[in-house]
């Protein structure tokens, strides 16, 4: 193993090519892993800080929140069925927001939540009516603590009184209020989907921790089929583009990874041919085939680490300069560690198709011994 | 076996008997050794000649474990090694034989020093025993100033003792050297000729030595003709 890392340190020019080609590859894998979860992030946000297990939609809504209505008498069944904690209403409203300091035609995509089961990071007590908090991505469009935006066509009027961070929703920035703040911005706006008291379009649910196994199929049966329960992750999954993101993204990524090995075997192949007669040498006074190849290992375990570690670099300053809402990239700790991890593996298993090419080196070879 | 028959293997470096050595290519079966018997006392140099093909190689790979045998039977330093197997073969060439090849072979990226202590990382791992036998051998070998160069900055000559000195680091039983003149002039090669008689005969360490060079067959303690895969009597 020494001799391989000295090889290194001693050659490293032998090594640049396949360093700078997977770094590349290193840097394309985080730049697609964060875009995705950039994506993913700003479609979902709305919904991963609801605090519940549970969101219910009406049963004819085909898991569209857009679609669901909830009636008031359903939602008393709901929160009477065994193992329901705590039931909040949730509703929401894609309009158009004007903001002081911009042009009047320069509106911004807004959806307005209202809510009275506070998600994380939002007041327990919904704010009064006309006022609401803004997801932070609104910064950037010169929204301010005390900023009040016209909402829709009607020009309906809310006052920000503060953020709350990752709540966004259709690539859009939200606003969260009170379920009468949104009836009242809703029914101004858009006549076709007035809806009557104590409708919401969704009820978020907290299940009781011992008996909430099963709670989604029991709500739904309890309502007679009024409801469909889907778990928090299963409402997001259901979310309109948000698998087909994560599928295109993903197959690019398999592409990417199947390009890295690729890379690695054909740059360890060459090395090794390169290396028959050394190893030759090596085999005959002594080496085995296996402390031959876990120094092939060990250099593409290292060259994949140079890479993403360089990769890494490069992901956190894009990440830093990129200014918010313009690319949807996000560099989490998480997406990262596990590229690099994917790209060592990838090291590994590239370099594997050497191991054949080391076994079959015959030391007789190195005084010319066999015919 | 006799006591008498047992105490001389015990004396012997190497004790070949009837090696027949075949190789199938394609179609065609090769016959590199017949029947071939050569023993080599603990401290004796043979030297190991005649023509291109006569199977002088193969005999030298199958006494230092880097062939088998088709039939026949290898002794070496008491061990009998042909029916070992690969791995056995290996861990063999590791702790009990020496080689120098013609081209030297030294690892190009290595000093001195570490194609060496090269020995130790692939074998045993001794550390510290190994860096000061590898120390000692330079010293010996007049190599102790160059011992932080890499090959490229070495002579031809101190190249074939560095080789000398990486077979030596084992503390062998035997050394194989392939034709270790061959690529030297006359002047070096005298030199180094001399080197390799004055350290086996120094260590008690017995050596083969492929060649062609008339100048090893007179530092030798014997010579050995091998002509179409049989020892010429």
């Known amino acids: 193993m020494t001799l391989a890392l000295r090889e290194m340190r001693r050659r490293p020019g032998r090594f640049a090519i396949a360093t700078v080609i997977l770094t590349l590859i290193a840097i394309l894998l985080m730049f697609l892993g964060g875009l995705l979860d950039g994506l993913v992030a700003s479609s979902t946000g709305a919904y991963r800080i609801q605090n519940g297990d549970l969101l219910v939609y009406s ?313 | 076996m006799t006591l008498v028959e047992s105490i001389d293997t015990a004396r012997n470096a190497l004790e070949m008997r009837g090696i027949t050595k075949i190789y199938t290519v394609a179609d065609d079966v090769v016959v590199a050794l017949d029947h071939v018997d050569l023993t080599v006392a603990s401290d004796e140099i043979v030297a190991l000649v005649g023509p291109s093909g006569s199977g002088k190689t193969t005999l030298c790979s199958i006494a230092g474990g880097l062939l088998s045998p088709t039939d026949g039977s290898v002794v070496v330093a008491g061990k009998e090694i042909s029916d070992y197997s690969g791995r056995q073969l290996t861990e063999f060439r590791r702790d009990s034989v020496g080689f120098v090849f013609q081209t030297v072979n030294l690892i190009p990226f290595l000093t001195a020093r570490e194609n060496l202590l090269v020995v130790d990382e692939i074998g045993r791992r001794l550390g510290r025993v190994a860096r000061d036998r590898a120390d000692q051998l330079l010293e010996e070998l007049g190599l102790a100033d160059r011992a932080a160069n890499l090959p490229a900055q070495l002579s031809g000559g101190q190249k074939q003792r560095v080789a000398i000195g990486r077979a030596l680091m084992n503390d062998p039983s035997l050394v194989l050297f392939d034709e270790p003149t061959s690529a030297l002039d006359s002047n070096l090669g005298d030199q180094v000729v001399h080197l390799i008689r004055n350290e086996m005969k120094a260590r008690g360490t017995a050596a083969i030595i492929v060649t062609h060079d008339d100048r090893i067959t007179h530092y030798a303690d014997r010579t050995v003709h091998i002509e179409d895969g049989r020892i010429a009597k």
Request: hydrophobic share 50%.
């Open chain 1, 59 to 371: 049963g004819n809504s085909r898991d569209a929140l857009v679609r669901s209505r909830i009636e008031p008498a359903v939602r008393q069944q709901v929160e009477s069925v065994p193992g329901v904690a705590r039931v909040g209403g949730l509703g929401t409203a894609q309009l158009g927001g004007r903001v002081p300091g911009r042009g009047p035609r320069d509106l911004v995509p807004i959806v307005l939540f209202g809510y009275d089961l506070a998600p994380r990071g939002l007041p327990a007590t919904p704010p009064p009516a006309g006022t609401v908090y803004a997801d932070d991505s609104l910064r950037a469009k010169n929204v301010k603590v005390g900023t009040t935006m016209q909402l829709g066509p009607a020009r309906s009027p809310v006052t920000i009184l503060g953020f709350v961070s990752d709540s966004r929703y259709s690539g859009q920035g939200t606003v969260w209020g009170s379920l009468d703040t949104w009836r009242q911005v809703l029914n101004a706006n858009r006549p076709d989907a007035r809806v009557g008291p104590g409708v919401v379009q969704a009820l978020v649910v907290q299940g009781d921790s011992r008996t909430s196994a099963g709670l989604a199929e029991r709500i739904d049966r309890s309502t007679g089929g009024a409801t469909a329960s889907l778990t928090i992750t299963q409402a997001i999954d259901a979310l309109p583009g948000v698998s087909q993101q994560r599928t295109v993204f993903n197959q690019i990524i398999g592409v990417t990874v199947v390009i890295a090995i690729v890379v690695v075997a054909l740059f360890f192949a060459l090395l090794t041919v390169e290396r028959t007669a050394l190893y030759g040498v090596l085999k005959a006074i002594g080496a085995s085939s296996r402390t031959l190849f876990v120094g092939v290992v060990l250099q593409a375990v290292v060259v994949a680490l140079i890479a993403s570690l360089i990769g890494i670099a490069a992901a956190l300053v894009l990440d830093a300069v990129i200014p918010a809402g313009t690319i949807p990239f996000v560099a989490t700790p998480a997406r990262l560690a596990s590229s690099a991890v994917v790209l060592v593996v990838a090291a590994v298993v590239g370099c594997a198709f050497s191991l054949r090419r080391v076994l079959r080196i015959d030391p007789a070879a190195a005084i010319g011994g066999t015919p």
